[in-house]
């Protein structure tokens, strides 16, 4: 790129080739007033208020579409320039009903910030007064369309960072608004619930309703973490004040998720799914009671007493979702206080599967990038859209702009169903025919020789066990084998229930597609579940969806705010069980199951390191205090132990996870006035 | 020196703005040095004199609202829209967007503490308008103060730059639409 020097207002500044004259002007703090431009999104030069003044055009420009050209003359703040700018603002006010003292963004609108510094006081022409209606359809955000002022962000953001584009104008010149697919109202339409188009909204247009009004009392602060939803761990910002959460934002510097966010990590993670348990409950009568941490721990201390005299193993199960610290110590607690190697995780059966096929070398090894670039994409036994919408996102960019082809291979319905080009719709239980179909079907066309096993299979029995139609593995096979960059992503479907050979079958089709097996991405269910192994659980292979539980005198469970097992199966062999202490942020149906009930904290609470399913690694602090003072998970076991008369320190998992001490300190306060500039989204003062 | 005779009213408005001019505290007592009250809402004043500064709560409703509006406009030679409704029509404005049978029918009959009520009819009473306006849609207004309601500080601010002769310039803290 060929360096320029342009002169704007007066000063001899450096920019290159391609940029705008609005890059130019950030880079050396020239600031230019804007409303529609957004830094991740492209300019539509929609609000007129970054006109600047060039020198020999006789027009004004918008610095934001406005490439930058060597020599060029530019004045950004002329007294014309803010007469005009002014009379725009004063347009964009008196076209729809902006009413500030009954906003639920005021102080936090660029629109309003905007007026504040053109010192308006008032508006000269005469107020439209249209009468707008309010979409409050959405569970999660409304839309009020008085406080549109039509900048288009939220349908760039739609279309071009999630690729889903829900959101587009409806109607032309004076009557346009922003509407849903066919304008249908907002909680109908096939909006995902990221909430991006609410964070970059200017105005109150669009807004949360859970932080709506909330920030009017003064800022929050603002810190960034790793979603703690699911294994991609997307960046985020966590805005809270007072000890609560406001609301969650993307960050937009994270390489890997670039500001996307999902309703889970948004939306439900600011959400309390269930009441709090904030002192310990023992059952009662069919229900709880509180009870003091001796009673509990008494209860639990006799029936480790009974298990020890029928000389058979406890089980310890906890959730993937903990910091990989607690995971390593709950191993460390279980192996030397109860003395039992039954210890392992909810989704065990995903890393089994995975190492039963791969080595245990290369689980970390799968690269998002690939996913990110791919022009084909082989979806297994997964509903990307709602498992990991994050990452269903590239599908739908590259599919909808790149021309990308989809195949997706899925007994049931799913999310992809409509956007993929071919939906291998196997029978339930034909998983793996339907994996041999297109195992042969890209052997034949790439002219590779298969096993004489899968030569056997004749592609009658397979159509018919599937009721796939050859031709839909013909088809598939063309746009896998004709695609530069395939892409295959496996869900957990295929791994739960321990079937190796479906995971060998898929990394035999990648190996003919020359898809390196590393790159093959398995989508791991929750935060930690990559390094269950580091934290040493289940090293013995011993729980599987299968595994009976009720057999286990005692079944501790270490849920932190994880609220499901994954699996009916194991919630079922749960209810069965004799004896089953849970420790628990929420009384869900699941801590339900238990005769004790142990607070915990939740994901803000807690600390510690999270590993996501490509191995990066992110160390994250505690963003809020527990109510109550409830302890964190390690030091209940720690007290337990004592009960117990067994001597136990919180640090003696943490040799475990040496492996990952050099991990990024991702937790950190963010200066606001830097999340600003980066984000440019409605976060001032 | 003269002091600088100042006439205030409400007019669809809540009162808040007034309580705002109130919330100066103790710079009343400097401020009542410098000014005489000519006119306002606790004066039994039915038309204000003649005066220098005439300063104007709330939103344009009705006929009435509308004759006291011109009548300030007449006697004042400097007339300060005060707060969002003076300005901009604000939570008065808000009925903009029902036919006016509608709102008379909600505030006079559905209201659920009325009990067998009626839209009165009565010659005496002003005529509602159908829609809320603020005052510049009507009058030559010199100044407007946003807010609901303006800060004290912006309004002491205001005041004491126009009784020392200057314009002022609200901006920074001073300058707020809620």
């Known amino acids: 790129m060929s360096e320029i020097t342009l002169n704007i207002d007066g000063r001899e500044v450096q920019g290159h080739e391609g940029q705008t004259i609005l890059d130019v002007c950030k880079a050396n703090d020239i600031s230019v007033p804007t409303l529609c431009h957004h830094p991740k999104l492209s300019n539509v030069g929609a609000c007129r208020m970054c006109v600047v003044e060039i020198e020999g055009d006789r027009k004004l420009n918008t610095a934001c579409t406005t490439p930058a050209r060597n020599g060029m003359v530019v004045r950004t703040d002329t007294e014309d320039l803010r007469a005009l700018r002014l009379m725009t603002l004063e347009l964009l006010f008196s076209e729809r009903n902006h009413v500030c003292p009954i906003c639920p963004m005021s102080s936090n609108c660029e629109l309003q910030d905007i007026g504040y510094t053109h010192g308006m006081t008032y508006v000269r022409y005469p107020y439209m007064y249209p009468n707008l209606p309010m979409d409050n359809s959405h569970r999660y955000f409304g839309m009020d369309h008085n406080r549109c002022i039509l900048c288009s962000r939220c349908i760039r953001v739609c279309d071009e960072v999630i690729g889903i584009h829900t959101l587009d104008f409806v109607n032309r010149g004076g009557k346009v608004y922003i509407g849903a697919d066919n304008d249908v109202p907002y909680g109908e339409s096939s909006c995902i619930s990221c909430g991006s188009c609410v964070e970059v909204c200017p105005t109150g247009a669009l807004f949360e309703k859970r932080s ?20 991609l761990g997307c960046g985020m910002i966590v805005e809270s004040r007072d000890n609560s959460l406001v609301r969650i934002l993307g960050d937009w510097d994270d390489s890997q998720s670039g500001g996307r966010l999902c309703v889970k990590g948004r939306y439900r993670l600011v959400e309390e799914p269930y009441p709090r348990v904030t002192v310990p409950l023992v059952r009662d009568n069919g229900g709880f009671r509180e009870a003091s941490w001796e009673e509990a721990f008494a209860g639990i201390r006799s029936a480790v007493e009974s298990a020890r005299q029928s000389q058979r193993p406890v089980g310890g199960l906890a959730a993937s979702r903990l910091p ?21 995780a909810l989704d065990a059966a995903d890393i089994q599967t995975l190492q039963a096929t791969n080595g245990t070398g290369s689980l970390l090894a799968s690269s998002m990038s690939s996913v990110q670039t ?24 590259n599919v909808h702009k790149h021309q990308a082809r989809l195949v997706t291979i899925n007994s049931r319905p799913h999310d992809f169903a409509s956007l993929s080009d071919v939906w291998i719709k196997t029978r339930r239980g034909a998983t793996e025919l339907a994996l041999i179909g297109l195992l042969k079907s890209v052997a034949k066309i790439k002219e590779c020789e298969v096993s004489d096993e ?65 790159q093959v991405i398995h989508l791991l269910d929750s935060a930690n579940s990559a390094v269950i192994t580091a934290a040493k659980l289940d090293q013995n292979g011993w729980f599987q969806a299968s595994t009976d539980l009720t057999i286990y005198p005692l079944i501790y469970l270490l849920l932190g705010d994880e609220t499901a097992t994954g699996d009916e199966g194991v919630s079922e062999s749960l209810l069965d069980a004799p004896y089953v202490v849970a420790q628990s942020t929420y009384l869900s149906p699941l801590a339900e199951i238990a005769q004790v009930v142990l607070p915990s904290r939740n994901w803000c609470e807690q600390y510690g390191t999270f590993v996501n399913l490509q191995g990066r690694a992110h160390s994250t602090h505690a963003l809020l205090t527990p109510p109550s003072a409830v302890p964190g998970d390690l030091d209940i076991l720690a007290n ?21 001490v050099d991990s990024a300190d991702r937790s950190q306060a963010c200066d606001v006035s830097e999340v600003i500039a980066k984000c440019c989204v409605g976060m001032q003062k | 020196m003269s002091k600088t005779k100042i006439a205030t009213c409400w007019l ?36 204000p004199p003649l005066c220098d500064v005439g300063i104007i709560e709330g939103a344009v409703s009705n006929e009435e609202n509308l004759a006291v509006l011109r009548q300030m406009r007449e006697q004042c030679k400097f007339l300060i829209a005060l707060g969002d409704c003076a300005g901009l029509g604000c939570v008065p404005m808000l009925r903009n ?41 009507f009058v030559k207004v ?37």
């Open chain 1, 454 to 518: 899968f030569k056997a299979v004749a592609f009658e029995y397979i159509e018919q066990s599937t009721t796939v139609p050859e031709s839909a593995f013909l088809k598939a096979t063309k746009y896998l084998v004709k695609a530069d960059a395939p892409a295959i992503l496996v869900g957990t479907g295929l791994m739960r229930h321990h079937q190796p050979k479906l995971l060998r079958l898929v990394h035999q089709i990648a190996q003919i597609l020359e898809v390196p097996k590393e």
């Open chain 1, 324 to 344: 990989l610290e607690t995971l390593a110590g709950f191993q460390s607690w279980f192996t030397t206080v109860l003395g039992s190697d039954h210890v392992s």
């Open chain 1, 374 to 397: 791919a022009d084909s994409y082989l979806i297994i036994g997964a509903d990307l859209p709602r498992t990991h919408p994050v990452l269903a996102s590239y599908m739908w960019l």
């Open chain 2, 12 to 47: 669809c408005g809540c009162s808040g703005c007034h309580m705002s001019v109130l919330d100066i505290d103790e710079r009343i007592v400097d401020l009542s040095s410098l000014i005489e009250l000519t006119s306002s809402p606790v004066t039994d004043v039915k038309e």
């Open chain 2, 97 to 137: 967007f029902l036919p006016l049978k509608d709102v008379l029918q909600r505030g006079y009959v559905e209201t659920e503490s009325t009990v067998s009520g009626e839209i009165p009819t009565d010659e005496e009473l002003p005529k509602l308008h159908d829609k809320v306006r603020p005052l510049r849609d």
């Open chain 1, 640 to 660: 337990l132990a004592g009960v117990l008369g067994q001597a136990w320190d919180t640090n003696a998992g943490q040799h475990l996870i040496a492996s990952f």
């Open chain 2, 142 to 178: 010199d100044f407007h103060i946003p807010g609901c309601p303006p800060p004290a500080d912006t309004i002491w601010y205001a005041l004491t730059e126009l009784l020392n002769g200057r314009v002022p310039k609200l901006e920074g803290e001073l300058l707020h639409y809620d």
């Open chain 1, 212 to 231: 709506a009004h909330w920030r009017r009392h003064g800022a929050g602060e603002y810190t960034r973490t790793v979603c703690h939803a699911c294994s």
